[in-house]
C-alpha cells in the first residue's frame, strides 16, 4: 500500500487545518483509515480512525476538535483540525488496515507514508 500524506503547514495556536491522504495499492473496500501523529522526541500515536461504515473513534485529546472522513471509492482520508494547540504539532500519517485491534498500536504497520507536518505556534 502507498500512502500520500499532504495539507499539513503552520498555524497559530486555535487555528484550522485539513489534512488529507490518498491511499493506493492493495486497499480494500473493509479497510479501516486512520491518522496518526508523532510529536517531537513521542512515540507515534493514533489520533482518529474510521471505518467503512464511517463509524469513527478519535483519542480523547482530539475530540471534539478534529473530524475524520473518507471516500472509499477514491481510497482518501481527510482530518479536519480545528482549535488546534501547540501540543498537536506532529508529523500526521495515515495508514490502513483489516483488523481495528491493531489499528491501536502503530507498531503493527511495517510502511508509512512520508506524513505531513502539522506545526502550530503559539
Known amino acids: 500500500v502507498q500512502l500520500v500524506e499532504s495539507g499539513g503547514g503552520l498555524v497559530r495556536a486555535g487555528g484550522s487545518l485539513r489534512l488529507s491522504c490518498a491511499a493506493s495499492?492493495?486497499?480494500?473496500?473493509?479497510?479501516?483509515m486512520a491518522w496518526y501523529r508523532q510529536g517531537p522526541g513521542k512515540q507515534r500515536e493514533l489520533v482518529a480512525m474510521?471505518?467503512?461504515?464511517?463509524?469513527?473513534f478519535y483519542v480523547d485529546s482530539v475530540k471534539g476538535r478534529f473530524t475524520a472522513w473518507r471516500d472509499s471509492a477514491k481510497n482518501t482520508v481527510s482530518l479536519q483540525m480545528n482549535s488546534l494547540k501547540t501540543e498537536d504539532t506532529a508529523v500526521y500519517y495515515c495508514?490502513?488496515?483489516?483488523?481495528?485491534?491493531?489499528?491501536?498500536?502503530?507498531?503493527?504497520?511495517?510502511?508509512w507514508g512520508q506524513g505531513t507536518q502539522v506545526t502550530v505556534s503559539s
Open positions: 495508514n490502513v488496515g483489516l483488523h481495528r485491534a491493531s489499528m491501536y498500536n502503530p507498531r503493527n504497520f511495517g510502511s
Open positions: 495499492g492493495l486497499v480494500f473496500r473493509n479497510n479501516l
Open positions: 474510521i471505518s467503512n461504515d464511517n463509524s469513527t
